[in-house]
């Protein structure tokens, strides 16, 4: 089995004696992994080292004498202490692991052929290694209508399940959320649902990841490949920026599934479902698949050399003209070549991989870090303020909530409305839009937080409030006077990889400012000064001094807050060039589109939110002629003039270690050397605090629009998952039942949200989670969602709420 | 009967004595005075009366109560009383009665054991099914908190303490301690590896928690009013007092007699006119369950034991919960072993392999012996499918005809709590003396005597 248990540092060893050979091992770690570092696997089915054991299953049972004579004990729930003799293979111990495999298979189908676990499953591994060989078994086996969907990914076939209580106990300890259970007892006992309340988790694939038996299947991989045919490479989920480690199966070049891998600093062989299920988009018949030309009103498929002509004519005029957005769906490689082209070449500053949604690419710089480990500390104080992270960063939540839980550490949370965490905070507290500084200056000044150092995650709880009020919550925090550290939480991929290679205004890569130069890069040229950032340059588009807009991979008219503006940025500019990977909003109005070779594709290395750098590995061939972003930039820096030596993404690691000083240890041999990446150095930059924004006054007439995102919102990459795409519900404004109650919709119904000239009609329900004078939604990136009426320029977003359409 | 003493039975003859003022008009002594005799000394000094009394645990383990009570770690607050009322083992039905009969002196026995032990809250658990059982306790609970003999400044002193009354859901394996705990905090009854979760040490809430049954906690009234020496007076030095048991099967006379420790014999439980009154229809005894559905069985040969713990226990059995479930003759011990394990095999909480499996395949293998569709070898995989659960040699009493030496109680065990084990009981001691009626059912599809059929 892949599980292993996480590493552990002996700081208090004890000598046991396992199987006649005296060890040392961490006094009270449990026998089953201390054995197994010590090299002895023993046999088990409901342990996981990620969960607390509960020694049902019995098959780890071994004969352990602690002084009182040998007696069988649960390896899985004995703590090591001093002179403990083990043994793991004696007549007895053997006679009873048959006696279990026996017990197992009693009732189990057997129906491997057909099982999506067979050829991966630990019964039938186990039934080899320790198992009777043949059953004694006479009677009539058990049967239960199968499979049955307990939610829209996942199938459960109780006749193969050995109740281990592995899936029930992820759900309600590792994801909290009790969905399934075991129901009636002895013989009868099976896990189910109940009626009506499906096990509708974030997190259930990573049952189906656990389960030691084919019980619980995923529905996008059911029936797709025997696990022989399956290869895999290991990689990192680019659905957020938390950077889960995963396996990357595929077979006949088919990117089929991903598994999680347990990298102990991230995410603990944990992955959310939205990742997990992402891969059907790799695969996804409607990806682009060559480059397109617009001729007249339509886009139609060009050659290559015609489409990067083309897309090179129009990056030739003035630079303070041309701009790029986007670039946190990049590999590192590809960042770095893009910001080397577009600053280096064009010579144009006008450069941002956020989109408006993030905070100031230099304030991110200057904040003293912490990993995610640092801020999960046993017994530490965290102080959360930023989006929900259940929505957002499921795997960040799922360790937050175990600090919390199984760690003692106390968790602040300053939220606009109820999040997924408000359940596990020791305190959580609300706050009104554009009053985060202040709220934060109070719970300072409280006491509450204690003395020790403050871990804050930092990010944006909403889009409707601007990136300028969290900003002077951060100063507050870093004027405090306290050890305070940050964990950014922006969500996009690779934001953090994208910053550091200078997709960002004013910046180089590595860290370094544009203004202080680098010599080392060997660029032909740098831009004068610093540029725009992504609310600038969509102005600047908007009001026509930007001729030629390039979208690296994004898609503002979704995903920029102001709807308004960014549809007038796209149809004012002259020429919009889109590198992507799918169909979108934005690059319907494109003149030009390059298509990109996307996740799975392309090699390299992508940078978490902790400064996490991790390799990805390509594992199938792009579809038609799709090609790396990075080698789509070398030839259009070859048409303007300049030739880069570089031939694969290994070369691009070599440049940016030879010349991004943040980044001189991450060559790719370090990389191979530390599956679980490398941190970059912290390096902070200077920052100059600006003015406190003004914020308006609280009126009581209006509310204030909280716009934050969910888990399964829009995305152009959900959208072309068949089996997560239906999980896509149509957002909702959220209202204060007393605020419902006044318009007259104590039950929700349909409203209409003003705000200064601009409006958009939605269903709105009460909330209980959702304090008074909040009108709070999920993005939908459609045209009648919160970003048709957030305004860029905006603090915060008043809003009026109309019963009625 | 007068010469028999009797400590937690004496107002069994009393109508009212479920109401407080007959608990308090009834009996040797006032109602609530061990309660005012123990909050007149020292919680330390009531602990030490109990331990000094040897009060032996009445739920099955027979552990020295006070003993117990000194288990929990110092210093660890809150602590908690469960009172184990979820009597289900199959004969046993004395707890029952104790809370139909007298639920005063049970509460005044749960105060006397919460003042010693410093406990913040008492819980009752009663068994699902027994509802006249909980309607008695409710309604003198009530009483007694009217009374201001339960809740705050109990009695005008500084000692107050709540008892909660809950109800089961009708699960046998609750009656485990570590599942009535599970089920008490609201999750599945399924029992807790012991270590780690000794409920003294990590309990009820993972707090230090005592578990005693509702005989032992009954006793406590009586030890208070008259000493530690009073009660090592009756029974044997090592297993003094009384104790309930619960006669059932074959005899003339069943019922729930209060009978000194280690004094009485089966013998006189059967025959005595005080007690069972002989065994029916005066036919020959084939063999005795000294201790509940869990214990191995005991023959004629052992009918000269006195009931006390370690000698019967020597001796391949238990005294577990006090029930005694007597067998004829006439007995078809096919279906009396197939009875006992389908109960087994039905109340198993499904946590183990073992249990989950074994007990239902033992079941259903028994279940084809009787209906004549067994198979020869069917024999000896009952006992290796029973030593599974239960590997090594099952206590089992002597057969001194056949040579065949005892194997001392208890077993060992691959699960967690005894109830796989206990499955393996009723086999182990059917199928070592009665190995003939077994295959006689299976090479002729009948049983031995045929008249089992009425029995």
């Known amino acids: ?805 | 009967m007068s010469d028999v003493p009797r400590i937690v039975s004496s107002r069994w003859d009393v109508p009212d004595a479920h109401t407080l003022d007959g608990y308090r008009a009834s009996g040797g002594y006032e109602g609530y005075a061990g309660l005012r005799a123990a909050l007149a000394t020292s919680p330390r000094e009531v602990a030490d009366v109990v331990k000094e009394a040897t009060l032996l645990g009445r739920g099955g383990a027979g552990f020295p109560a006070g003993v117990k009570w000194g288990f929990c770690p110092p210093g660890v607050w809150p602590r908690y009383i469960v009172v184990n009322g979820d009597e289900s083992e199959p004969g046993t039905y004395k707890d029952r009665v104790l809370m139909e009969r007298d639920p005063h002196q049970l509460i005044e026995g749960c105060l006397i054991a919460a003042y010693a032990i410093g406990a913040a809250q008492v819980f009752l658990y009663v068994r699902g099914e027994m509802a006249h059982a909980q309607e008695r306790i409710a309604a003198a609970l009530n009483e007694a908190y009217a009374a201001n003999l339960v809740g705050r400044n109990i009695c005008g002193t500084d000692f107050s303490v709540d008892i909660v009354l809950h109800w089961g859901a009708g699960a046998y394996i609750v009656g485990e301690e570590t599942a009535l705990i599970e089920s008490l905090e609201g999750n599945r009854g399924m029992p807790r590896l012991k270590p780690p979760f000794f409920p003294a040490a990590k309990g009820l809430y993972m707090k230090p928690t005592i578990v005693n049954n509702v005989e032992t906690l009954s006793n406590l009234p009586w030890i208070l009013c008259n000493g530690s020496d009073a009660y090592k007076e009756i029974g044997s030095d090592t297993s003094p007092g009384t104790r309930l048991v619960a006669v059932s099967g074959h005899v003339k006379k069943p019922g729930v007699f209060e009978i000194p420790q280690g004094v009485t014999t089966y013998r006189d439980l059967f025959y005595d006119d005080r007690y069972g009154g002989g065994i029916r229809d005066d036919n020959e005894l084939k063999a005795f369950i000294p201790g509940g559905g869990s214990a191995p069985w005991f023959f004629p040969e052992q009918l000269d034991m006195a009931l006390e713990g370690r000698p019967v226990g020597a001796a391949g059995s238990m005294l577990g919960s006090g029930a005694i479930v007597v067998m004829d003759e006439t007995t078809d011990m096919v279906k009396a072993c197939l009875r006992l394990v389908r109960f087994f095999a039905r109340e198993s909480c499904g946590k183990c392999t073992p249990c989950r499996e074994g007990t239902s395949w033992e079941e259903k293998i028994l279940q084809r012996i009787y209906d004549g569709h067994g198979r020869p070898s069917d024999v000896d995989a009952l006992l290796d499918v029973a030593d599974n659960i239960s590997p090594g040699p099952y206590p089992v009493a002597a057969w001194e005809a056949e040579g065949l030496a005892a194997v001392p109680f208890p077993p060992k065990q691959t699960t967690i709590c005894p109830l796989g084990p206990s499955s393996v009981a009723p086999i182990t001691s059917a199928l070592r003396r009665f190995r003939p009626e077994f295959e006689a059912r299976i090479t002729r599809g009948n049983s031995i005597p045929l008249e089992a059929a009425h029995g």
């Open chain 1, 1 to 805: 089995m892949a599980e292993k248990p996480p590493p552990i540092e002996v700081t208090d060893p004890v000598t046991i004696t396992l199987d006649g050979t005296p060890v040392q091992v961490q006094r009270g770690d449990l026998l089953i992994d201390a054995a197994e570092r010590a090299g002895t696997y023993i046999p088990r089915f409901c342990y996981h080292s990620r969960m607390n054991p509960v020694g049902m299953c019995r098959m780890c049972l071994v004969e352990v004498d602690a002084g009182r004579g040998p007696s069988l004990q649960p390896s899985c729930m004995l703590e090591c202490s001093p002179d403990m003799v083990v043994v793991t293979d004696s007549d007895l111990v053997k006679k009873v692991q048959e006696g279990v495999l026996e017990y197992l298979l009693l009732n189990h189908p057997l129906d491997c052929p057909v099982c999506d676990k067979g050829g991966e499953c630990p019964l039938q591994d186990h039934t080899m290694a320790y198992g009777p060989g043949e059953s004694r078994w006479l009677e009539e086996k058990r049967h239960y209508a199968k499979p049955v969907a307990i939610s829209e990914t996942v199938y459960l076939d109780r006749e193969r399940c050995i109740l281990c209580d592995r899936c029930t106990r992820f759900a309600k300890e590792v994801a909290g959320d009790p969905l399934i259970h075991f129901m009636d007892r002895g013989a009868a006992t099976q896990v189910n649902t109940f009626p009506d309340d499906p096990f509708a988790s974030y997190f259930s694939g990573n049952t189906v990841q656990i389960c030691p038996v084919g019980a619980l299947t995923a529905k996008p991989y059911r029936f797709k490949a025997r696990p022989w045919d399956l290869s895999e490479v290991e990689s990192t989920c680019t659905g957020c920026s938390v950077g889960c480690r995963i396996a990357v199966q595929s077979s006949r070049n088919e990117v089929l599934r991903y598994m999680g891998v347990d990298s102990p600093p991230v995410n603990w062989g944990w992955v959310c479902d939205k990742g997990r299920f992402s891969f059907e988009a790799v695969g996804g018949n409607r990806r682009l698949t060559e480059p397109q030309v617009r001729k007249g009103d339509v886009l139609v498929a060009a050659r290559w050399s015609d489409a990067l002509d083309a897309a090179a004519a129009a990056l030739r005029g003035d630079p303070s003209r041309i701009a790029v957005l986007g670039g946190a769906r990049l590999t590192n490689e590809a960042a770095f070549a893009w910001a080397r082209l577009t600053k280096g070449v064009i010579g144009t500053d006008n450069v941002d991989a956020q989109l408006g949604d993030g905070l100031p690419a230099e304030l991110l710089l200057s904040l003293p870090a912490a990993t995610i480990d640092q801020t999960c500390e046993p017994g530490g104080t965290i102080l959360y303020l930023g989006p929900d992270p259940k929505e957002e960063l499921p795997v960040l939540f799922l360790r937050l909530k175990h600090a919390v839980l199984e760690d003692r550490a106390r968790l602040f949370e300053l939220a606009p409305a109820d999040t997924g965490l408000t359940r596990y905070a020791t305190r959580s507290l609300r706050y009104v839009p554009g009053a985060a500084a202040a709220a934060v200056a109070g719970l300072l000044a409280g006491g509450e937080l204690g003395d020790g150092p403050i871990r804050v995650v930092l990010g944006r709880a909403s889009v409707a409030e601007s990136a300028a009020t969290i900003v002077d919550a951060a100063m507050v925090l870093v004027g405090s006077g306290r050890e305070v550290t940050f964990l950014p939480a922006l969500r996009r991929a690779n934001v953090a990889g994208a910053i550091d290679m200078g997709l960002s205004p004013a910046l180089l890569p590595g860290r370094q400012k544009l203004s202080a130069g680098n010599a080392s890069l060997g660029w032909p040229k740098l831009p004068a000064e610093g540029g725009l950032d992504a609310t600038g340059i969509l102005q600047a588009a908007a009001d026509g001094h930007i001729d030629t807009l390039v979208l690296l991979g994004a898609d503002p008219l979704a995903d920029f807050p102001d709807r308004a503006l960014a549809e007038r940025a796209l149809t004012t500019a002259r020429t919009v060039i889109s590198l992507d990977t799918f169909g979108n909003d934005s690059n319907r109005h494109a003149d030009v589109v390059l298509a990109a070779a996307g996740f799975a594709e392309v090699s390299g290395t992508t940078t978490n939110l902790e400064g996490r750098v991790t390799a990805l590995e390509a594992k199938v061939t792009p579809p038609g002629t799709a090609r790396a972003d990075w080698s789509i930039a070398n030839e259009i820096a070859e048409r303007l003039g300049t030739e880069f030596p570089e031939l694969s993404p290994a070369d691009l690691t070599a440049e940016i270690a030879r010349v991004a000083p943040s980044h001189a240890a991450v060559t790719s041999a370090a990389l191979d050397a530390a599956p679980d990446g490398i941190v970059v150095g912290a390096m902070p930059l200077t920052y100059e605090a600006p003015e406190p924004t003004h914020v308006p006054a609280v009126d009581s007439y209006s509310l204030r629009l909280v716009a934050g995102r969910s888990l399964y919102g829009t995305g152009t990459v959900l959208a072309h998952c068949p089996s997560s795409a239906p999980l896509a519900k149509p957002s909702v404004l959220r209202l204060a039942p007393a605020e419902a109650a006044r318009l007259g919709l104590p039950d929700g119904g349909r409203v209409r949200v003003v705000s200064n000239d601009r409006s958009f009609v939605c269903d709105a329900a009460p909330d209980p989670g959702v304090p008074e004078g909040i009108a709070a939604m999920y993005l939908d990136g459609s045209a009648s969602g919160p970003t048709a009426i957030i305004d860029a320029a905006a603090a915060v977003t008043e809003v009026r709420v109309e019963a009625g359409s």
